[in-house]
Nanobody, 121 residues
Framework: QVQLVESGGGLVQPGGSLRLSCAASGSIVSISPVHWYRQAPGKQRELVALITSSNSTNYANSVKGRFGISRDNAKNTVYLQMNSLSPEDTAVYYC???????????????WGQGTQVTVSS
């Protein structure tokens, strides 16, 4: 059974930073790609960043230059470093990963439970 657990959310002042973590556990052969999404109240879920197994990354225009996504393969963990946060970044952040659990299984999509990020003074 694969689980994705996000952590690192919280309350931060405008201009501050947070680092989110997305840790995968269970029987895992490969993880790629991994996405971070966010959903603000009353808005659709939007893709924030993604990273592939070759460490290629892509970002939403709204976070380019402020957010950085990285991965630690040994820990099956992906991070989202968020800098220069503004109230517009307030949302629940979700991790989504495509995981193969064995060489005989197809890749499946897994979601974490989400972590709240609130940017407010």
């Amino acid at each position: 059974q694969v689980q994705l657990v996000e952590s690192g959310g919280g309350l931060v002042q405008p201009g501050g930073s947070l680092r989110l973590s997305c840790a995968a556990s269970g029987s895992i052969v490969s993880i790629s790609p991994v996405h971070w999404y966010r959903q603000a109240p009353g808005k659709q879920r939007e893709l924030v960043a993604l990273i592939t197994s070759s460490n290629s990354t892509n970002y939403a225009n709204s976070v380019k230059g402020r957010f950085g996504i990285s991965r630690d393969n040994a820990k099956n963990t992906v991070y989202l470093q968020m800098n220069s946060l503004s109230p517009e970044d307030t949302a629940v952040y979700y991790c989504n990963a495509f995981i193969r659990t064995s060489f005989f299984e197809v890749v499946k999509s897994y979601w974490g439970q989400g972590t709240q990020v609130t940017v407010s003074s």
